[in-house]
């Protein structure tokens, strides 16, 4: 019954445009236009780029009119359009806008829409990147320039040092993008899926240290797409809404990830379109300059649980409305907690939780300067093979007295970081990573995990210390990894520091 209407719509319709095209003058056979479609119909763009649509405009026969004239317009949203050509550039956004194109046949009523998406890019949102600052601030360039938050992602090319050689772990290195990790501890490898959209994680990691491949998410690395676990931390200008293999305006943590989008500043170089980030200017509390480092030196989850980082955290917002940190249940990140013990971390990047159990320290600028001149490990403002670090705010903890070790030479056997930041954390080798809980572990707390594959290390009994019997200190008293030793350490921490 349907079919049989549409036969008769379309017949009647075939007569009108005989009809018609009887007075368009003999020998055409086109009739004037009757429909108008536009191609592409829908389509998704980023911002800046171009786009040519068409249009056709048919007589009643389905027949080309091909001297039609259209004329083009856009909504003024998504960007502008040659009104004769139809090419169309979409405009610079930062949230993603949509909006139509409409193509007109002139001299007719007739129009036809396209669905137009556009999406932001980082340059859009603002950001310069950081080549961009080393004219002006050459002092912060060069420090930063070597350290690891510039060189934690970088695309590949072949010759880039300390990259493994030969390769390893299955990996074609003609397939990778961008290479993971500064390469003080382990690497990763960035390669793109089938369809060039995403980037993954190739499942085996390089670890520095030992040379050594080991397979990270053998089963399930092809449904862990970079963007929603990995990018927002090792990136600077991270964008959810692009859906790109470059989501983001700079790899690695560049000048603006700290100091938030910069175009502005740099095109008037004035210091009245940059915030100070230092507490004492009074342009931010110290609260939210804590939530720029914690933003990425924090394990945990978005609030949509979509993004193993924060989701839409610009340096300067309060970090609890865009990210929830691991709960302190939580057994992978945590070591069992033990009465009168901080809580202490075994899985890296999570600083920021450290430390937050240290009320006397607000800030981790008091000991890192992400541009500071000095060259020291992990970019501390004094060696932490010296005490000076700790010293400058606590000289009263200096020598024998409070750490009960010898001095030598005036320079005592064991440093603050030894105790009060002993490594704890894994992430290319096994507890490589310092805590940043300030307060020692007591021996104590190893009991806790006595026995199972893994214990957990405290102030006395770390890697370095008092484990096995040294030749060069042949006094050191040693205390084995076992019930016996922990009770004998923690009665000697008994002796000097309470129970
Ligand atoms: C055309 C020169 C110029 C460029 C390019 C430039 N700056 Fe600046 N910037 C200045 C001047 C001048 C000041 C004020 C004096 C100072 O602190 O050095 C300043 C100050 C700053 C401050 C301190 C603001 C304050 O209130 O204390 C920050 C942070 C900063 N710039 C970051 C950046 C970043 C990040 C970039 C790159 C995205 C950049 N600048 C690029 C000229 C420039
Ligand atoms: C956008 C994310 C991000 C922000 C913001 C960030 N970091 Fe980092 N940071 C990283 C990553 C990623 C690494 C490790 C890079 C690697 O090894 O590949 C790192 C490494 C470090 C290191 C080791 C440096 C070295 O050269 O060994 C220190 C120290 C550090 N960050 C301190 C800070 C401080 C202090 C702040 C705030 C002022 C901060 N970070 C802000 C992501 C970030
Ligand atoms: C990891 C975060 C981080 C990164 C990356 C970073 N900065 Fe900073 N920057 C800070 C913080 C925090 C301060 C405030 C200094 C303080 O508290 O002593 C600061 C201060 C500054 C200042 C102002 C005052 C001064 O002399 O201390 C300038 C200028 C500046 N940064 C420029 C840059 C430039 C340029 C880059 C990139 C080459 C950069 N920063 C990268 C965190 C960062
Ligand atoms: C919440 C922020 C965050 C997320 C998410 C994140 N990282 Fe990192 N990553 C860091 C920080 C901070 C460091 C350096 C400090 C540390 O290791 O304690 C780091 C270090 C690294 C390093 C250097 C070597 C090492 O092991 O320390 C590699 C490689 C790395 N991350 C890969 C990844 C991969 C792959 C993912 C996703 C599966 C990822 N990261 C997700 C923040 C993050
Ligand atoms: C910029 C100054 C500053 C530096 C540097 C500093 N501290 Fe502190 N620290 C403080 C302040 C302030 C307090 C709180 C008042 C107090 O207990 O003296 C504090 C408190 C402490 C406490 C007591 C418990 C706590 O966590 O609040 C310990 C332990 C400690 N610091 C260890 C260290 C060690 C170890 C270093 C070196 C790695 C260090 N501090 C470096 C300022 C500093
Ligand atoms: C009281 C001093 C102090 C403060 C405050 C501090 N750190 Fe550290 N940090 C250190 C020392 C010392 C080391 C080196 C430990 C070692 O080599 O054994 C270190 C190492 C690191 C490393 C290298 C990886 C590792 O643990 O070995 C990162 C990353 C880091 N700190 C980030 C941070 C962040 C982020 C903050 C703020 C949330 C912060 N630190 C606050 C003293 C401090
Ligand atoms: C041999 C290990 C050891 C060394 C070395 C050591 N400390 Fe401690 N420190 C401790 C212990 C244990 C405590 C008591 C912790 C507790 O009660 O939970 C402590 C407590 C502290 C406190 C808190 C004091 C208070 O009154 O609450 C500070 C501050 C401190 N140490 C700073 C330092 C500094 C600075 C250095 C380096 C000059 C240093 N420590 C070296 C083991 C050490």
Wanted: hydrophobic share 40%; proline share 8%.
């Amino acid at each position: 019954m349907r079919n049989l209407l549409c036969v008769a719509i379309v017949s009647l319709a075939a007569l009108l445009a005989l009809g018609c095209s009887s007075g368009a003058g003999p020998g055409s056979g086109i009739g004037p236009a009757a429909s108008i479609s536009i191609s592409p119909k829908s389509v998704t763009l980023e911002s800046g780029d171009t786009r040519s649509f068409s249009a056709t405009v048919t007589d009643a026969g389905g027949q080309q009119v091909t001297a039609a004239e259209v004329t083009w317009s856009a909504d003024a949203a998504i960007g502008s359009i040659d009104s004769a050509t139809g090419v169309f550039t979409a405009a610079q956004v930062t949230a993603i806008t949509v909006g139509r194109v409409t193509a007109k046949a002139a001299g007719t009523a007739l129009s036809a829409t396209a669905d137009v998406t556009v999406t932001a890019t980082a340059e859009s949102l603002g950001y310069a990147g950081s080549p961009a600052c080393l004219s002006c601030h050459a002092d912060k360039h060069g420090p930063w320039s070597q350290s690891s938050h510039a060189l934690s992602l970088r695309g590949y090319q072949p010759g880039l040092p300390g990259v493994p050689d030969p390769w390893g772990g299955g990996i074609d290195p003609s397939g990778v993008a961008y290479v993971l990790g500064a390469g003080a501890y382990a690497r990763q490898f960035l390669i793109p899926d089938t369809e060039g959209r995403e980037l993954l994680v190739h499942p085996s990691r390089y670890s520095v240290a030992s040379g050594a491949w080991s397979a990270v998410h053998p089963d399930d690395w092809q449904n862990r797409p970079w963007r929603v676990h990995c990018a927002g931390c090792h990136v600077t200008g991270f964008d959810e809404s692009i859906q790109a293999p470059r989501p983001f305006a700079e790899p690695g943590v560049g000048c603006e990830a700290c100091h938030g989008p910069g175009a502005e500043h740099v095109a008037s170089g004035s210091e009245a379109d940059i915030p100070s980030l230092r507490p004492a200017d009074g342009e931010i509390t110290a609260a939210r300059a804590y939530d720029i480092c914690a933003s990425c030196h924090s394990r945990g989850r978005s609030p949509s649980g979509v993004y193993q980082f924060a989701e839409g955290f610009v340096p300067g917002a309060e970090l609890s409305d865009h990210f929830t940190p691991v709960a302190e249940g939580d057994a992978e990140a945590f070591w069992p907690r033990a009465v009168g013990a901080p809580l202490v971390s075994r899985l890296n990047y999570q600083q920021a939780i450290d430390l937050r159990q240290s009320p006397g320290h607000g800030s981790c600028m008091d000991c890192h300067d992400p541009h500071g001149p000095t060259g020291f490990r992990a970019q501390l403002r004094e060696a932490p093979e010296t005490d000076a670090l700790c010293l400058g705010c606590h000289g009263e903890m200096a020598g024998a007295e409070h750490s009960h070790h010898p001095v030598n030479a005036g320079v005592p056997t064991v440093t603050c970081v030894a105790c009060h930041m002993p490594r704890t954390a894994t992430s290319a080798l096994p507890q490589d990573i310092a805590s940043h809980a300030m307060l020692p572990i007591p021996p104590s707390a190893t009991a806790l995990t006595l026995g199972q594959p893994e214990a957990m290390p405290n102030s006395c009994m770390s890697a370095a210390c008092h484990q096995q019997a040294d030749p060069a200190r042949p006094a050191m008293p040693v205390y084995p990894f076992d019930a016996t030793g922990v009770a004998a350490a923690q009665a000697q921490w008994n002796l000097w520091y309470g129970g």
